[in-house]
């Protein structure tokens, strides 16, 4: 089994972590009893997380065919938005402002507003083989997906926006630029998760070098250095308050990798 060194705190896209042997996935091997990170962008790695593994750029690839648009799940979302505009396809402009890569967009429904990419998915193919969309149960932020994704196919319509490009760009702009996992918890129905970290008092709030955002309250940024412990620390700190003052239970959108609290799961 081959395996990549890497240091979290310079690859998780909130810039937290121990330096790691990651096995690598080559040639739809899976090996067990390990996690899959992606490309870490919605991710808080603990000092003490358990076995790691990640796709390699085998499963980095875009092709048109016959059956619709086949994306590995290594495959950047920038990448597939620039692959859709040369071949004039619709669909996937709010790709542009979602970080990570097709696999993690699809275990959690990643999107912007109504715009998910379960919405025009036909199916993926996994460790255990194809399934199709009907197979699979999905929701707001959550999918049934419990293995690793290999590819997926979509529809493919004609029509690349330029005009609904510019919309995901805007209605990104309001976001912080310092390191994050982007949104920390989900919005709870019928609100917003930033609004009540906002409304108990939370936004800007620090611990250490962590802190919700003063740009966006529903950001946990690292201003520089911060810790696995300040941000957990952060997170509780809010769940508490809105559990307190609005008795609704925050849920994490960031995915916490800890191998005590993933054994206890």
């Known amino acids: 089994m081959k395996t990549k060194t890497i240091d979290f705190s310079k690859f998780s896209s909130i810039r937290i972590g121990p330096v790691v042997e990651v096995a690598l996935i080559e040639n739809n091997s899976v090996p067990e009893g390990h996690f899959i990170v992606g490309s870490a962008n919605n991710v808080l790695v603990s ?22 648009l086949h994306i590995g799940a290594a495959t950047p979302g920038g990448r597939v938005v620039s692959f859709c505009k040369k071949h004039d396809i619709a669909n996937f402009e709010y790709l542009s402002k979602l970080p990570g890569t097709v696999g993690g967009m699809l275990k959690m429904n990643a999107g912007l507003k109504e715009y998910e990419i379960f919405n025009h998915l036909i199916a993926i193919r996994t460790q255990s083989g194809w399934k199709q969309k009907s197979e699979i149960e999905y929701g707001y932020r ?51 998760a930033g609004r009540l970290i906002e409304a108990v008092g939370l936004k800007g709030k620090r611990v250490g070098a962590m802190a919700f955002s003063e740009v966006h309250a529903n950001f946990l940024v690292n201003t520089g250095g911060g810790t696995y412990a300040d941000a957990l620390s952060l997170i509780h700190e809010a769940q508490t308050r809105v559990k307190k003052e609005f008795n609704i239970d925050l849920q994490c959108e960031v995915v916490i990798i800890d191998q005590d609290i993933m054994t206890k799961k």
């Open 47 to 68: 000092p003490t997380p358990p076995p790691l593994m990640i796709l390699s750029k085998e499963y980095d690839f875009i092709t048109l065919e016959s059956d619709g």
């Open 142 to 192: 959550k999918t049934s997906i419990n293995e690793v994704v290999f590819e997926a196919v979509f529809e493919v319509q004609k029509g690349y926006c330029v005009e609904r490009y510019e919309m995901f760009n805007q209605m990104r702009s309001n976001q912080p630029n310092d390191p994050s996992a982007g949104s920390c918890f989900k919005n709870p129905p019928g609100d917003y």
